[in-house]
T-cell receptor
Framework: TQLLEQSPQFLSIQEGENLTVYCNSS?????LQWYRQEPGEGPVLLVT?????EVKKLKRLTFQFGDARKDSSLHITAAQPGDTGLYLC?????????????FGSGTQLTVLP | DAGVIQSPRHEVTEMGQEVTLRCKPI?????LFWYRQTMMRGLELLIY????????DSGMPEDRFSAKMPNASFSTLKIQPSEPRDSAVYFC??????????????FGEGSRLTVL
């Protein structure tokens, strides 16, 4: 059983559309990160959120950390083919080792031109 | 500055053979992580080191897997004997985390292992 569940698992959309990816857990996280992974490469950090209710924006990407710090969402506005990739959320559990990151199952996004 | 360097990028071997994967972390980073990625199980933490000392190896699947970090600039993950179910992409990541509650993990490009 995945500690962090991501949905949807796969998403294929047209260029210009908006989308939201979700990351949910029954555990409370001290911090949560979002990574993007492209084929043949390792994941690359997009953002870190640490405060419940926190919202961070990175150009067309908006990240939100749930008030209870159990969930997070990633919203992309006007998606572009360059946004294609595997999006992974990763959390550090409050009661566990602060050094261990647990990764979600991932959302494979394809943006068609 | 060079990123995390892993070798080999690809390895194809036969069941029963020994496999050694190598990692050079980013200079100055004090934590090193080994992850395994498969379609079925996603990205799983196998083991991590702090200042070359193994801290948690509870993710290592079984005794066939072992990892070492003889110095701050080199780590190995060894599988002996290898089995087809070990086929996966193995990632090494490093980070500077001392005194911090969170930090960025820098991943290598991964080693794709296929065991026939």
């Amino acid at each position: 059983t995945q500690l962090l569940e991501q949905s949807p698992q796969f998403l294929s959309i047209q260029e210009g559309e908006n989308l939201t990816v979700y990351c949910n857990s029954s555990s409370v996280f001290s911090s949560l990160q979002w990574y993007r992974q492209e084929p043949g490469e390792g994941p690359v950090l997009l953002v870190t959120v640490v405060t419940g209710g926190e919202v961070k924006k990175l150009k067309r990407l908006t990240f939100q950390f749930g008030d209870a710090r159990k969930d997070s969402s990633l919203h992309i506005t006007a998606a572009q083919p360059g946004d294609t990739g595997l999006y992974l959320c990763a959390g550090r559990i409050s009661s566990g080792s602060a050094r261990q990151l647990t990764f979600g199952s991932g959302t494979q996004l394809t943006v068609l031109p | 500055d060079a990123g995390v360097i892993q070798s080999p990028r690809h390895e194809v071997t036969e069941m029963g053979q020994e496999v050694t994967l190598r990692c050079k972390p980013i200079s100055g980073h004090d934590y090193l992580f080994w992850y395994r990625q498969t379609m079925m199980r996603g990205l799983e933490l196998l083991i991590y080191f702090n200042n070359n000392v193994p801290i948690d190896d509870s993710g290592m699947p079984e005794d066939r897997f072992s990892a070492k970090m003889p110095n701050a600039s080199f780590s190995t993950l060894k599988i002996q004997p290898s089995e087809p179910r070990d086929s996966a992409v193995y990632f090494c990541a490093s980070s500077f985390l001392s005194g911090r509650l969170t930090g960025e993990l820098f991943f290598g490009e991964g080693s794709r292992l296929t065991v026939l």
